[in-house]
Each structure stands twice: as C-alpha cells, then as structure tokens.
T-cell receptor
Framework: DTAVSQTPKYLVTQMGNDKSIKCEQN?????MYWYKQDSKKFLKIMFSYNNKELIINETVPNRFSPKSPDKAHLNLHINSLELGDSAVYFC???????????FGDGTRLSIL | DAKTTQPPSMDCAEGRAANLPCNHSTISGNEYVYWYRQIHSQGPQYIIH???NNETNEMASLIITEDRKSSTLILPHATLRDTAVYYCIVRVFNSGGSNYKLTFGKGTLLTVNP
C-alpha cells in the first residue's frame, strides 16, 4: 500500500496553462507538505497544512495555490505555468509537524 | 535552523560500514539531528534522528558527539541499494508553525561500489 501517493507522476504541458497535482496520504497524519526540487536538486519547502489549516507559506508566487479538502489530501494548483516551474514536486506528511516526514515519489513537471 | 556541513560525496565498498559525517557547530540545545536520504528518482526517506544520545534503528546508527557539534550516520553493512544522497538536517523538535519544515542542504552522495 502506498503511504503518500501523488498524481500524476509525470506532467508535460505548455507555458501559460493551469494544472493541478494531487496528493493523498493513508497514514492518518495531521500535517502535509509540498516541496519543490529544482534542476540543481535543491529541495525547498513550499507549503504546509496542519488539519486543513495553512501553517507554512514560503514566499511562493501567488500562481501556486494549495488546497486541503480534508486532512488526508493536499492538492497543488498552479496557474499560468512558467518555464521556471519545471521541477519535481514532492508531497509529504507527518503525524504532527515535528515528527519524521513521509514523502511521495514526486511529480515531474516539465514546461514546454 | 542550524546550518550543517557535509562532504559532497563519499564511496564505500559493498558489505562494509559507511560512515557519513555531518558538522553542525551552531546547533542549539533544543535542536535535533535528523537524517534523510534520497535514492535516485524517489522521494526523500527518513532514516533516524536524535538529540544527544546515540540512536540505532533497523536502518542505521546515529552517533552524536558529546558537545553535539557533529554527528555520524553509520550504515553497518552497506549494499548497492544504499547508494543515495544523504541529508543531515538540524531542526527544533518541540515547536510549531514554520519550524515544521525540513531545510535540506546539498547532502552527501554516497556511492556503494560492488
């Protein structure tokens, strides 16, 4: 059973489009995260939700909007995609914010 | 979060112990040391964490110096599947909000050779 699952695994789209990435965790965790790993392999936090409440928003452009319909899901919607958005996006979850985090396998976003 | 310093790369022979060092000389008293790894094309994987005592689990051992300014992650019998980038992260444990995030550095690329 996949603990943290992301869909799609690969996403290729054109500049200017709007796309969404979905994340679901079946671990019963309260806290979920989105991280971005760029072409230089640096992993950076983007957002974190705790029980559907936004607790971290790390200077991410307004084109990125996370949504948490329930504590098992944290989706990421991106408007007006730009070339610089090409990266691997990882979803993660933890029982509480200070507990070890479990990561999904990433969504590889490529902007043409 | 305190800054950490790790060697960019290391090699290890299969079956031997892999000892990965990490310096965190500015660590505060309430900060824990966490280790994660990222195998190629996968998400990061939690390995172990500790405050000041040595810790061991089924994956690895964590040795923290008495002054807590450095630590070593030990994989006792490295296999080819342990080839990955290993990240040492220092983070406050008992706090909320923005401290929930993990701040990843460049890590150490461990290559286990046959």
């Amino acid at each position: 059973d996949t603990a943290v699952s992301q869909t799609p695994k690969y996403l290729v789209t054109q500049m200017g489009n709007d796309k969404s990435i979905k994340c679901e965790q079946n671990l019963g965790h309260d806290t979920m995260y989105w991280y971005k790993q760029d072409s230089k392999k640096f992993l950076k936090i983007m957002f974190s939700y705790n029980n559907k409440e936004l607790i971290i928003n790390e200077t991410v452009p307004n084109r990125f909007s996370p949504k948490s319909p329930d504590k098992a899901h944290l989706n990421l919607h991106i408007n007006s995609l730009e070339l610089g958005d090409s990266a691997v996006y990882f979803c993660a979850s933890s029982p509480r914010g200070n507990q070890p985090q479990h990561f999904g396998d990433g969504t590889r976003l490529s902007i043409l | 979060d305190a800054k950490t310093t790790q060697p960019p790369s290391m090699d290890c022979a299969e079956g031997r112990a892999a000892n990965l060092p990490c310096n965190h000389s500015t660590i505060s008293g309430n900060e824990y040391v966490y280790w994660y790894r990222q195998i190629h094309s996968q998400g990061p994987q939690y390995i172990i964490h500790g405050l000041k005592n040595n810790e061991t689990n089924e994956m690895a051992s964590l040795i923290i110096t008495e002054d807590r300014k450095s630590s070593t992650l030990i994989l006792p019998h490295a296999t080819l599947r342990d080839t990955a980038v290993y990240y040492c992260i220092v983070r406050v444990f008992n706090s909320g909000g923005s401290n929930y995030k993990l701040t990843f550095g460049k890590g150490t690329l461990l290559t286990v050779n046959p």
